[in-house]
């Protein structure tokens, strides 16, 4: 499967609850409170968007990025719906998140770093994307076996030496991860470094 994100949560047992476990841990992992930015990149249908704009708040903002038109086009319907002001829909592209640079405060890719066709290219849009110090959080699955790049899955020792390559420092490895279904998840996190003066 090509491009940044190609709907693990239509997936039986994938889809973001926000009643569920894992909402609390995202928001501790990334410091969520009222008033940052933030992005949800590889939004599927929108359940993490919709949580994320309720925890910035109406003085807070978040991106939601998707690379497919019709996901795009029932996302900003869901949105509309939901009446979320504070939330903007971003077409992203194979190899672009597609967000503006230094727009955000915290990014979130949740189960849509395995769909990844081309990470270094994808993690150099994300990094241009944070402010200094801020914060992305890769929330994944190991595979059951890995036969490369679209496969159910990634290594995290992957994705750890693919981020950090792209100039992101790593802050922590989180195996406990809530996952749904029959699939354990981990979260690994990441820091844009601070400029020097």
């Known amino acids: 499967v090509a491009g940044l994100i190609s709907g693990c949560s239509n997936w039986s ?4 609850h926000a009643s569920g476990p894992e909402m609390p841990r995202l928001k501790e992992a990334l410091a969520l409170k009222a008033g940052i930015v933030v992005a949800d990149v590889g939004a599927g249908k929108g359940q993490l968007t919709r949580a994320l704009a309720g925890t910035v708040g109406p003085g807070g903002h978040v991106f939601s990025t998707e690379i497919d038109p019709d ?3 029932a996302l900003r319907a869901m949105l509309a719906e939901a009446n979320l002001g504070n939330v903007t829909v971003v077409g992203a592209k194979s190899r672009d998140s597609g967000l503006p640079a230094g727009c955000c405060d915290a990014i979130v890719l949740r189960r849509v770093y395995h769909h990844l066709t081309d990470p270094a290219e ?5 990094l241009r994307a944070l402010r200094p110090g801020g914060l992305l959080a890769v929330i994944d699955m190991p595979p059951p076996f890995f036969i490369g790049r679209g496969s159910l899955g990634v290594p995290a020792q992957s994705v750890v030496d693919e981020v950090t390559a ?3 420092e790593m802050l922590q490895l989180r195996r406990d991860w809530p996952g749904r279904g029959p699939l354990e998840s981990y ?3 990441f820091r844009k470094p601070l400029q020097k003066e």
Do not use: E, I, P
Not at 122 to 126: C, F, I, K, P, Q
């Open 13 to 16: 047992g994938f889809g973001f």
């Open 122 to 126: 994808t993690n150099a849009s994300l």
């Open 166 to 168: 792209s100039g992101f």
């Open 71 to 73: 996901r795009l086009k």
């Open 187 to 189: 979260c690994a996190l």
